[in-house]
Structures are given as C-alpha cells and as structure tokens.
C-alpha cells in the first residue's frame, strides 16, 4: 500500500494537527484517573519528536472509550495529558475543550515545540457522523493534517477521513510501520497459519472473522465473540455477553455467525493432511459463573454428545474450558505463522484468566511468527509478564482485523498516494 508521506519541508515552522489513537485504558486512583497501559501513547512518540526536531506547533486529537457524543469526564484526555508531561517530559497542555474560539487562542499562543492535546472528539456526536463542518473547525487549527492513529483507521470520522478534504494530509511514522508488518502478515504466511480470535468487541469480529478464515489455516475462537459462534451452532449460551444484531442497520450478526458456521463445516486439514479440523472452531469447553464477580465457577462440556446441562440458567461463559485450552495449545505449537488478537476471557479476574494465559504462553513458545494485538491483548501479555515474547505487537485490535480482512479502511484511503 503506497501512502503520502512527508517530508521535513512539508512540517518545519508549521502547525501540524495530528490525529492518534489515545483510547487507552484508565485506573482511578483516589479522585483523578491515571493511565494504565502505555503502548499506544508510546507508538506515536517518534512522530511527535520528529515534528518537535522540524520546529513544528503540534495539535493533538483524539478520542478515548464510547462516550455517547457529549461530555463525560470519565472519558476525559485530561489523564494522557499529564502522563505526556510527567512521564514523557513533553511541553504539552491540556485544551479542555474540542473546538471553538478558546481552542484556536491556545493554538495561536503555541511556540515552535509545543504540544496541545485537545479534549475527546468524541464529546462531539459530530467526530462519528464524519461531519463536514466539525472537521473543518478542526482543519482550521492547523496548517497540515498527519494521521498516527493507524488503530481508528477503520471508522470513517470526521478527525479520520473528513478533514483530509480541508488540509494537506499524511500517513504517520508508526501508521506506515504498522501497515508494513500487517502487509507482511497477508502476504504468504508462512503455514500453518493459525488465527486466534476473542475479545468483547463482538460485531467488528465476526465480519472480520468471515475474511479472515481465507487467509488462515484455521481460526480458534474464544471470549465474547466465540458466544456469538456458539449460539449460532444452536449451543445453549444461557445469560452469556451476545451482540444479537446492529440496532441502526438491523443486521445480524447471529445469523452472520451462523452462515460462516455452515460455510465452514466442511473439514480443513491444518498439517499434511494429519489433522482433519473445522476451519473456524468455536470451544468444547467453557468456564461459567453467574457474573464475572463471582469465585462460584464451574467447567461445561459442549462438545456434541457430551454437553452438560447445568440447573442454574444464569450461566455466563468467561473463559474457555480446560479441554478448548489443551487443543488449543497443542495446535498453536504447530503454527509457523500466528495472529492472535482478544483475550479468551475475562483475564483481569484470576479465575477466569487461565485460558488466555495459557494460549499466551502457547504462542510465545510456539517459535512461530507472532503477531499479536489490540488493547485488551496488549494488557493481557503484560498482565502475565510475557511482553516481549512476540514478533510483532501491534497497537490496533479491529482496525488490523479489518486491514488483514482485506476490507478498504477509510482513513487509509484518503491517505494513499
Ligand atoms: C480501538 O481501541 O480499537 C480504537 O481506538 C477504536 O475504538 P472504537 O472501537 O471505540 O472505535
Ligand atoms: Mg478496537
């Protein structure tokens, strides 16, 4: 993929609106939130010394969590702000506002070096209608437009893809590094090629998950997503988290699930013709618990034939089962190429992290090729103190599905040559 780039001529002396991915995860300590994981703050910190070296004014955007298009602090960029200053000992000050007037002053009184972060887009109900003129109040703070945020590169918003129609734009250092490694991934993966995919983010996984399996050798399901799957089998979920179907659009990922369960029945062969495999597989086992508060847990079989029947209804699956991590394992230590994104579980709670711990460990064993990466993984691999065991780690979670599901990402198709 041929994206602009700049040049030093392109930013020095000039005010440069930078759009990165700071949608990071938050602790509150006391009464102020902190920073919890880093990666993503760390990723575009070459770029902006870059832009510092070239004299530039740089104005920084973004957003952080779902807020429902208005103001709620929980969500505030206040937290990253201070972690640019404290810990990256950056000139950076926090604009408590998006757009307007105020914000304009703060971006005129920038000397050359110095850094505005602006408040949450997404404050703004109009970042995610990809509104014109939000965009252009936004384009009007700046002289040029980069985007870092490879990971919110498959949302069409207006910091995204509007505003590159009011301002010369660019792709940023770490947004090209992350399209060479995941260009990489898609081109002849070595083989076997064995996906791993969980996490919450139910309805951008299952779409992703219906190309994926072309690149793959085989797909291994777990956490949120493989409830969607199993359901769709016609397997008992009782209170377990489902996306049943988009309120909007009215489509429905059950019956979504459901068609690549049926597409996918058919039986692949993931290692010289030595293991005869469904080509998405969806867990055999599951760990279950009223609620993801509870100790009170039990393993369920749903393999066919041996699936148990629990008397309590109120069931919600929260981790892959004992026999789903065995098989799991034993296939990833055959892999020669792996993507692994989403924990299989609820991982932050002990009881329900062994699943995704063990598929971890797997794959930092496997000798393989290991791309791993979205948030919640990134969170997860530190959690069990296995960073660094990986070949690639990558910042983005649906956006890298989406860019190796092949779909066209909007925000990469207003910055390509
Ligand atoms: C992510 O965390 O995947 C990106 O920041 C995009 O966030 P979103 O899924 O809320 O659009
Ligand atoms: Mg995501």
Redesign the pocket.
Known sequence: MNLKTFSSDDVTNKTVIVRV?Y?VPLKKRGKSWVVVETQ?IQDSLPLIEELRKNKARIVLMS?L??PKGEINLDFSLEPVANYLKKQCRLPVTFSSKTIGEDVKKSVDGLKDGEILLLENLRFHSEEKKNDAAFAKQLAGLADIYINE?F??C??AHASIEAITKYLPSFAGLHLQKEVEHLSKLMTEPVQPFVMVIGGA?IS?KVEAVGNLHKIANVVLLGGGVANNFLKAEGIETHKSYLEEADKDSKKSYLDLAGKLVTENRTEKILKDGYIPLPKLMTPIDVVAAPNKDSKKTQVINLSSGMEDTPDDKDLMYLDIGPRTTKLYADLLEQARTIFWNGPLGVFEKSQFAHGTHAVARAIANSGAESFIG??DTIAAINQFGLAGRFSYVSS????ALEFLAGKKMPGLEVIKK
């Open positions: 991915d949608n993503r957003h969590g779902r945020a990971s919110a498959h949302r983010k951008d979205g948030g983005a979670g649906g956006a």
